[in-house]
């Protein structure tokens, strides 16, 4: 399922009206928008609430241990949530909004569960800051990202290609274990889905221009579209979390 960009936009009560095949189609692209950092902000308090009941309760023994070593249980919890998101996506057509909403909330709470164990490495009072840091770079991106005139398509390529590279980096510092190596790839992280942040926002106000809110199609893109901006919040956090996050 694709949107294409609107040829024009209105001001005003941030409506716009457009042709796409024949059909003229209403956005209401505050509408949306609200929609999408409304889910977001959902599934991150879903996150953080889970996370903070499997530290607290002591549920997370279940998953991993001390030394950092996973469980059969464990290793489940981590993988769920690509599954969860390989299924909102290749999905989206057949399910409906209501299904896509019980994914979302499942793919939050397994989420959760599965980054409860930064409890185990890092300090509450360092957790708390750095998602204070996390949380005030995400406003001012997602504000550039939806104010600036200038087209971010190339620069979103580029970050794509970046984040391409800090993966496989990932993957041979796993062998490695190179300090030097491991504190680039944070600093790489942060620059990248730091500049995701306002391409992914920009590219949702283009879809928000050409999706008539309130629609089953609407609230399905709206849905997918806090997905996107949740996990370049939650990617940057844990990026930030290895940089400036104190260990107990």
Do not use: C, H
């Not at 409860?116 to 509450?124: C, E, G, N, P």
């Not at 062998?175 to 949702?204: N, R």
């Not at 609407?218 to 996107?228: I, M, R, V």
């Amino acid at each position: 399922m694709s949107i294409q960009d609107p040829p024009r936009l209105f001001g005003g009560n941030n409506t716009s009206e457009f042709t796409s095949g024949g059909m003229p189609i209403v956005a209401d692209e505050r509408g949306f928008m609200n929609a999408v950092f409304g889910w977001m902000a959902a599934g991150l308090a879903i996150t953080g609430a889970t996370a903070w009941y499997f530290a607290s309760s002591g549920a997370i023994r279940m998953l991993f241990s001390e030394t950092g070593g996973m469980s059969m249980l464990g290793w489940a919890v981590t993988l769920a949530p690509l599954a969860f998101i390989l299924a909102m996506n290749f999905g989206l057509q057949r399910m409906s909004a209501s299904n896509l909403t019980l994914l979302f909330v499942a793919f939050s709470a397994t989420m959760g569960a599965s980054l409860s164990s930064i409890f185990l490495v890092y300090s509450i009072g360092s957790i708390a800051q750095v998602f204070g840091i996390t949380a005030g770079t995400f406003l001012v991106m997602s504000i550039l990202g939806y104010t600036t005139s200038t087209d971010l398509s190339r620069l979103g390529s580029l970050l794509f290609m970046a984040l391409i590279g800090i993966l496989i980096a990932m993957v041979v510092n796993w062998f490695m274990a190179s300090q030097a190596l491991d504190y680039l790839i944070s600093i790489g992280g942060v620059l990248i889905f730091t500049g995701l942040i306002a391409y992914d926002t920009q590219k949702l106000k283009r879809i928000a221009a050409g999706v008539e809110y309130g629609s089953e199609t609407g609230k399905k893109l709206a849905l997918l579209g806090a997905t996107s901006l949740y996990l370049d919040f939650i990617n940057l956090f844990l990026f930030l979390l290895r940089l400036l996050g104190r260990r107990d």
